[in-house]
């Protein structure tokens, strides 16, 4: 790595020199060179006329720079210089009183957070990191990709699938090891390895999303049928994975239900009320539905019963104007027994 250090006082460039010193007693396959105004005269240093021209002509020649000066000078001067992420170098920020060092620029692919700690940890300073996926703990796509010392393909689906990261969804890395199948189908963004150019690949939905619906009395279908595709697009499901539709004996024959259910050349599997109650006290109730159907609660309860009992609610209750939609999400172990 090709380091640059940066000053525009005659202290910090004296402190420039001194890390100079310190730094390459352990970063040895480094070359580091410390760059000072002319007038101050400083000892073993690039003695230049102009900053402003010199930082100018050399941005790209070096892997990372370090600036002992105020953030404002730096933002000012490397402004007109900054392109991508992927390109640029790696910019950190060192005070003059020698507290903190800050990764202020390419902190991931030009490894400025990665240098931030390197310098911290051998110069006795603070490190200063603001990259969420670093300070959450979490690790993002071009992270993975420095690591493995592979190339992105592009950076705004690097940045979208980051997002999911730091959001704490799910997010697999798929690794070419011809077919694997993993718990964690249902992720929300994946990460492809591979040194091929063109690679097959195809989706399956499963099957593995129960609907329980409860509604009030002459619900018009296309109610429900718009109330099922807001809870779905909300939470990122797709209608091709639910397998089937559940609800109360007592809706059995509501009309508005079964033509949406019809719609959706779904099943309509039907739950009694005795079968409700018996866990209809692991979900909140209502004293109204209780009053008028002998239950305290509808559509969690059915959703629960219709399914295999393995699995968790992605959606307890969603609430639309008389209707109610809770989503149980399957275990996919059972898809897995072929």
């Not at 402003?52 to 001067?77: C, L, P, W």
């Not at 730091?166 to 997010?171: L, Y």
Request: charged residues 30%; hydrophobic residues 40%; glycine residues 6%.
């Amino acid at each position: 790595m090709k380091l640059a250090f940066w000053t525009v006082t005659k202290g910090a460039g004296n402190i420039a020199r001194e890390y100079k010193e310190k730094l390459q007693e352990h970063l040895k396959e480094d070359s580091i060179d410390v760059f000072t105004l002319k007038k101050y005269d400083v000892e073993n240093t690039i003695q230049i006329e102009d900053f402003t021209a010199n930082i100018n002509e050399k941005f790209s020649q070096y892997d990372g720079h370090i600036f002992i000066m105020a953030s404002g000078i730096v933002i000012r001067k490397i402004a007109s210089l900054i392109g991508t992420k992927d390109k640029d170098p790696a910019v950190l920020l060192i005070d003059e009183g020698k507290h903190f060092v800050i990764s202020l620029l390419s902190g991931h692919l030009g490894g400025a957070n990665e240098l931030t700690h390197s310098l911290a940890n051998i110069l006795k300073l603070v490190p200063v990191i603001t990259t969420s996926s670093d300070v959450t703990g979490k690790i993002a796509v071009d992270t993975i990709s420095q690591k493995l010392n592979a190339e992105l393909e592009d950076l705004k689906s690097a940045k979208d699938v980051t997002s999911l990261i730091v959001n704490g969804q799910k997010v697999n890395i798929l690794l070419p090891k011809n077919v694997k199948v993993t718990d964690n189908i249902s992720a929300d963004g994946f990460i492809l390895v591979s040194n091929k150019k063109n690679i097959e690949y195809t989706r399956i939905y499963p099957k593995n999303l129960i609907l329980g619906i409860g509604c009030k009395k002459d619900t018009k279908a296309e109610d429900i049928l718009r109330a099922i595709e807001d809870c779905l697009d909300k939470n990122n499901l797709d209608i091709k994975s639910v397998k089937k539709v559940a609800t109360v004996d007592v809706k059995e024959n509501e009309q508005g239900l079964v033509d949406a259910v019809k719609f959706l050349n779904l099943d309509l599997e039907i739950i009694s009320r005795d079968e409700i109650k018996k866990v209809q006290d692991q979900f909140e109730g209502s004293d109204f539905v209780e009053k008028n159907i002998g239950v305290r609660a509808v559509s969690e309860p059915v959703a629960l019963l219709s399914s295999t009992g393995n699995g968790k609610f992605l959606v307890m209750k969603e609430k639309y104007n008389g209707i109610t939609i809770s989503i149980y999400e399957e275990s996919l172990e059972s898809f897995y027994k072929f």
